[in-house]
């Protein structure tokens, strides 16, 4: 069983020991990613960018960033577990299309999508 296997493994026992696969739909799954994610951004507000590397390494920060990262992630774990996505076959997916779609020698070092 990999790392990812059992985490989700966990979620599911947490979730059913709670009796809260009743509130798990997609919707609201998906509602969890977007506002947990809103959390985690909110905890580089009014950080500057040229400021956010090394805010990100103070200890107590990152313990809130960490925090809020997880949140992020279970959700996300969640969502993907009640409709049977395979995470990681959609980010391999999503990897090759950006690929395409961003190829090297139009993008290095630059933020804009080629034309």
Same mark, same amino acid.
């Given at each position: 069983? /990999?790392? $990812?296997?059992? %985490?989700?493994?966990? $979620?599911?026992?947490?979730?059913?020991?709670?009796?809260?696969?009743?509130? +798990? /739909?997609?919707?609201?799954? *998906?509602? *969890? %990613? @977007? &506002?947990? @994610?809103?959390?985690?951004? *909110?905890?580089? !507000?009014?950080? &500057?960018?040229?400021? @956010? /590397?090394?805010? &990100?390494?103070?200890?107590?920060?990152?313990?809130?960033?960490? @925090?809020?990262?997880?949140? %992020?992630?279970? *959700?996300?774990?969640?969502?993907?577990?009640?409709?049977?996505? /395979? $995470?990681?076959? =959609?980010? #391999? $997916? #999503?990897? =090759? %299309?950006?690929? +395409?779609?961003y190829p090297v020698e139009q993008s !290095?070092?630059?933020?804009?999508?080629? &034309?």
């Amino acid at each position: 069983m /990999d790392r $990812l296997e059992e %985490v989700v493994g966990e $979620l599911r026992v947490f979730v059913a020991e709670r009796e809260w696969e009743q509130f +798990h /739909d997609p919707k609201n799954l *998906a509602m *969890a %990613v @977007a &506002s947990e @994610a809103g959390e985690l951004l *909110a905890e580089y !507000r009014w950080v &500057s960018n040229t400021e @956010a /590397d090394s805010y &990100s390494r103070n200890e107590e920060h990152r313990r809130r960033i960490a @925090a809020e990262a997880a949140d %992020v992630g279970i *959700a996300l774990l969640l969502f993907c577990d009640r409709i049977g996505l /395979d $995470l990681i076959e =959609a980010i #391999k $997916l #999503k990897t =090759a %299309v950006n690929r +395409h779609n961003y190829p090297v020698e139009q993008s !290095r070092g630059r933020w804009e999508r080629p &034309s």
